[in-house]
């Protein structure tokens, strides 16, 4: 079952966030009324500005009676809003968001009659494999292989989504690591762009991930709308690479060279460790995630040909996702000012000769 959104209400979950804000602003540029689901207490830099054609409704997932609220005169759903760290001082804290909030999202999307549900997913959800082969949407899930909290929230919240789709017209896409402007947060990929601009990379584990420019990601959820056949998941990937091709882009980038020596995964799990213990003394984030470290085990590698066969997405050069991301990033918001205002210098005189 397919279906098409026309100028009929569409409603955007997480539309604050990274992914969400750029779902948003593509609807908005296609003349599709847009109503914004925010919570209280969000910051709201990222919405589209109100207008004939967007509305910002206050509300939480984890509030059934603001969702119902909210989903009044919906036809096609956007649930993008998602917990997405790889630490946080309470335990259980993000599964509980994902899931449970996933569950009175589509309650609420059945009592209003919504037509049609693009649940955004993550590639997170889809495990590793240990050859280091890029992932399918065919491939079963090995629920071992899911480390830490936020793959396995979005593992069992992928779950329920899909159980679901028997009432719902619901398409699963299944990003991989967005890059681009934009990323507020920063989410944990746009971390790796930042604490790069800082001068903190100083060496690198041997890893992989794939690579996506968030456009192409936004892209595939109207994509999957129009086009995804429901119950049928599309991973909505990009690039496959070692982090330190990754850090060589950024090099090309921005003149500040890239790692040059390669740690062993052993030798910085001790530290990862005691960077959580002081974390949960202090409250604040790890300076060095222990799930990340324990992700970075294997080559976290994905096949996105499906969304491409199949929905239409036309993949745009990561390069320029990256060049977007530094853009954002060479700001006094984020970087010390003489940091900035230097970066943006040599950033300016780079692409002025190119």
Sequence with gaps: MSSSPSSSLSLVTGATGFVGAWVADLLV??????????????????????GPRVSWVEGDLLDPESLDRAMEG?????????DYRLWTPRKGEILHSNVTGTRNVLDAALRAGVSRVVYCSSVAALGTRSDGRPIDESM???????VGEYKLSKYE???????YADRLSLVVVNPSAPI???DIKPTPTGRIVLDYLKGRMKAVLHTGLNVVPVRDVARGHLLAAQKGISGQKYILGGQNMTLLELFRHLEAITGIPAPRVTIPREMILPLAWI???????????????????????????????RAIRELGLVPTPVEEAFREAVNYYVSPD?????????????????????
Excluded: W
């Design 180 to 182: 681009g402007a934009r």
């Design 140 to 146: 079963e899930v090995d629920r071992s292989s899911l």
């Design 74 to 82: 919906v036809q096609t759903l956007y649930h993008v809003a998602a």
């Design 334 to 354: 984020y970087l010390e000012p003489r940091l900035a205002d230097r970066l943006s210098r040599n950033l300016s005189a780079k692409f002025a000769k190119a």
């Design 275 to 305: 960077s959580e213990g002081i974390s949960r003394l202090t409250g604040e984030e790890p300076l060095v995630p222990l799930e990340g470290v324990r992700m970075a085990k294997k080559l976290m590698y994905y096949d996105g040909s």
């Design 29 to 50: 540029s296609e003349g599709i009324p847009v109503r914004c689901l925010h919570r209280a207490s969000s910051h709201t830099a990222n919405l589209p500005p109100r």
């Design 157 to 163: 919240a992928e779950r329920v989504a899909l159980s």
